[in-house]
């Protein structure tokens, strides 16, 4: 998955600046070696101004530590339904249900692929409906993903997964009743368009638990999403420039 998605596009439209969550506090910039002092403070401000873009990958990671109103989370919902990661990984979702033949009562060829490839999509369309607008908007629940600078693989692991149980109201660290029930309805809704004998609540639930795996994946993914951009931008700096000033103009 992060191979193929190291091949498109990175971070681009820049958006408001804001905080970036979880950064290293001063105390810990200190207590770093003096010759690591230079490099740490140029990685955490080039971390800082990849957090500032809006990303067409993932777009919803948090670019400052503002609540979103209802407006802005419905945007955000649209703007997940169809961004790049979403088409990946709804070909990826139909390929591996192509192989496995599920479900059975969709053709194999290319018909069939397309359907799982649509149902992939409407799934993914009417959780973010559900889950980052509705919900969310009616719970006063954050829909993004904080990115956090201090954490290390087994951290990033599971941050990813508690990430998937546990969001933000108002700084407070709350269950997220929003995604999960927006992915448990999307489910629901989607036995009204998947063939028969594919539509029991064994087959909802089941597929609402991949769907938490997903999100596991796709957690994982955004936390290391801005490190993995700015080491593809990183070759794209000119000779006569250094420092995140550069990095801040790449498109």
């Known amino acids: 998955m992060i191979s193929l998605l190291c091949g498109f596009g990175v971070a681009q439209q820049q958006s408001h600046p804001g905080a970036v969550p979880d950064a290293p506090s001063a105390s810990q910039q200190q207590e770093a070696k003096p010759g690591a002092v230079m490099n740490t403070v140029q990685n955490g401000a080039e971390l800082f101004s990849f957090l500032s873009q809006k990303s067409r990958v993932f777009p919803n990671l948090a670019t400052n530590p503002g609540p979103l109103s209802p407006e802005e989370k419905f945007k955000l919902a649209a703007n997940n339904s169809v961004a790049l990661s979403a088409w990946i990984a709804a070909g990826l979702s139909a390929g591996i249900n192509q192989a496995y033949d599920r479900p059975a009562g969709w053709e194999e060829g290319d018909e069939g692929y397309w359907k799982r490839y649509g149902a992939a999509m409407a799934r993914r369309a009417s959780s973010q409906v559900f889950g980052t607008f ?7 629940q954050d829909p993004r993903f904080f990115v956090r600078s201090d954490l290390g693989v087994g951290g990033s692991i599971k941050y990813s997964i508690r990430r998937v149980f546990v969001t933000s109201d108002s700084g407070d660290r709350v269950f997220n009743w ?16 998947y063939p028969d004998g594919f539509r029991s609540a064994g087959n909802t639930f089941s597929r609402f638990g991949y769907d938490m795996l997903g999100n596991v994946g796709g957690n994982l993914l955004r936390q290391y999403w801005p490190r993995i951009t700015r080491r593809l931008l990183a070759p794209k700096k000119t000779a006569g420039t250094s420092g995140p000033s550069s990095l801040a103009s790449q498109p």
């Open 134 to 140: 509705l919900l969310a908007s009616a719970l006063h």
């Open 178 to 193: 929003s995604g999960l029930l927006g992915m448990l309805c999307s489910e629901g809704l989607a036995n009204a368009y």
